[in-house]
């Protein structure tokens, strides 16, 4: 149980173009999920909050109208990174909240290139 | 803004050699998480631990809480390549549904 899936794995863009990114729990509902960047040989880095139905929370820097998170569903959130550029180029890693422990299950993650 | 600190932040060692990675707080933890990332995959769950001084084991794997709930430590005996990876401990502080993650253990274990 507990599984959560990342679509797409990975993705090259040319810079100015949009990219979304989409997490689902595959076997159980989820109302808080949750959006990380990680750097190479890095811990993860929280970007925001997805709650189900209403609007994420943004963590401090993290600019909420260049990452757009939506959760319109119990089992799905999406992150669309709004005009790309070669510096947003990261690992992007989902999460999806599950059990009385806040223990987080997370997406295998997806590899986005900025070119 | 709690800080969870870990150490070390890298570690290299010979198979069948032991091993401690630590995760400290100044606050105390509701519940803790140990986490194994392998590259390009995102992190998996290896234990939660709750209550203070509890001591869990997953095959050669030792998790350990500290008794005032604000450390843990994670041993591994007979390490081999196969445990290789990033190791996350992760934090959660009262009723806050987020997870503070300490800064990653990257562990090689050569053959």
């Known amino acids: 149980g507990a599984v959560v899936s990342q679509h797409p794995s990975r993705v090259i863009c040319k810079s100015g173009t949009s990219v979304k990114i989409e997490c689902r729990s595959l076997?159980?509902?989820?109302?808080?999920m949750f959006w990380y960047r990680q750097f190479p040989k890095k811990s993860l880095m929280l970007m925001a909050t997805?709650?189900?139905?209403?609007?994420?929370?943004?963590e401090q820097g993290v600019e909420k109208d260049k990452f757009l998170i939506n959760h319109a569903s119990l089992t799905l959130s999406t992150l669309t990174v709004t005009s790309a550029h070669p510096e947003d180029s990261s690992f992007y890693i989902c999460?999806?909240?599950?059990?009385?422990?806040?223990?987080?299950?997370f997406g295998p993650g997806t590899r986005l290139t900025v070119l | 803004t709690q800080l969870l600190e870990q150490s070390p932040q890298f570690l290299s060692i010979q198979e069948g050699e032991n091993l401690t990675v630590y995760c400290n707080s100044s606050?105390?933890?509701?519940?803790l998480q140990w986490y194994r990332q392998e590259p390009g995959e995102g992190p998996v769950l290896l234990v939660t631990?709750?209550?203070?001084?509890e001591v869990k084991k997953l095959k050669r794997l030792t998790f350990q809480f500290g008794d005032a709930r604000k450390d843990s430590s994670l041993h591994i005996t007979a390490a081999q390549p196969g445990d290789t990876g990033l190791y996350l401990c992760?934090?959660?502080?009262?009723?806050?549904?987020?997870?503070?993650f300490g800064s990653g253990t990257q562990l090689t274990v050569l053959p």
């Open positions: 992760a934090g959660a502080y009262g009723s806050a549904r987020q997870l503070t």
């Open positions: 076997d159980f509902q989820a109302t808080t």
């Open positions: 631990v709750v209550t203070g001084g």
């Open positions: 999460s999806a909240r599950q059990g009385i422990y806040n223990e987080q299950f």
């Open positions: 997805s709650n189900e139905g209403s609007k994420a929370t943004y």
């Open positions: 606050s105390v933890f509701s519940s």
